[in-house]
């Protein structure tokens, strides 16, 4: 079977697998480890093995036996799900421009001064705090 490229977008429920998995040390977990994530409802056991099956086949995850149980792994960083993410978001929404996306998002939020000036020193940094 041929494995679904790495930049298919995660739905709501994956991307919250994807967050707890993250979280883990190493970035790697037990279906029990990653199950504590959640809060209560938790999902059935089956529900969040489903999710996992997706994540693999969408290459978000990997696993490895250990034992008779799977030790899951996250095979994509939060950042690079994150700039794959948000790079399509500009493509799709602002014709690629980086400037449209900011503008938007300038024009639509309540920025404090703080945070305009905050802004206006990671542009000028290159992106460094």
Do not use: C
């Amino acid at each position: 079977m041929e494995k679904k490229e790495k930049t298919k977008m995660l739905t709501p429920a994956e991307m919250r697998v994807m967050q707890i998995l993250w979280s883990l040390p190493e970035q790697r977990g037990f279906a029990a480890d990653i199950m504590e994530g959640f809060e209560m409802p938790r999902p059935a056991l089956t529900t969040l093995l489903t999710f996992l099956k997706i994540l693999t086949e969408k290459g978000y995850v990997t696993s490895e036996k250990v034992g008779r149980s799977h030790r899951f792994i996250a095979a994509v960083s939060s950042d690079d799900y994150t700039a794959t993410y948000m790079t399509d978001a500009k493509n799709t929404f602002f014709g690629g421009s980086l400037a449209s996306l900011v503008s938007f998002f300038a024009q639509r939020e309540n920025l404090s001064k703080e945070e305009r000036e905050e802004i206006i020193r990671l542009i000028q940094n290159g992106g460094q705090s």
